[in-house]
């Protein structure tokens, strides 16, 4: 992978975790209640800032293969600042999950150097969580995920 590439994705993961970060200055009142989906991604020892904020139609996970699908009520994005990048999920999201571990990863992905990039699993460390993109990993701490962003609109993933 080229190395401007490689810089660019871990600035972008770093303007992520930034951007999930908890804008609620008072911790005693919850930004929202978490669906279903969201306790049972943290059962496997992840923050449920990994899933948007959007309402969860159905979730599934086969509990012997790790399968798992979640259907979100629509397509979602989010726009990172200060330079616009992007991440997508799918109405769709699915892959394989283990006690801290998501492999198989489809659903979520972010644009960076005019390119859309798929992340393709995500690690939960501790206090951090690491993601993947092909052979590129980046980590960062989980309390940055701990409240789910808010997709600001539906959106194309071409």
């Known amino acids: 992978m080229d190395p401007k590439i490689l810089i660019v994705f871990v600035l972008f993961l770093n303007l992520i975790s930034k951007s999930f970060q908890n804008p609620n200055p008072d911790p005693k009142i919850p930004k929202s209640t978490p669906s279903p989906a969201h306790l049972e991604l943290a059962s496997y020892g992840f923050p449920v800032g990994l899933l948007p904020d959007t309402t969860v139609l159905s979730h599934v996970i086969n509990q012997t293969s790790g399968d798992f699908s979640v259907k ?24 394989k999950i283990v006690k801290g571990k998501i492999a198989e990863l489809d659903g979520i992905r972010v644009r960076a150097f005019f ?7 995500i690690r939960s460390s501790g206090d951090d969580i690491v993601f993947e993109v092909g052979v590129v990993t980046a980590k960062y701490a989980s309390k940055n995920f701990d409240d ?11």
């Open 148 to 158: 789910s962003p808010a997709c600001e609109g539906q959106h194309s993933s071409s």
């Open 72 to 95: 979100l009520g629509g397509a979602c994005k989010i726009t990172l600042p200060p330079d616009n990048y992007v991440a997508t999920y799918s109405d769709t999201i699915t892959g």
């Open 115 to 121: 390119k859309w990039w798929s992340i393709t699993g």
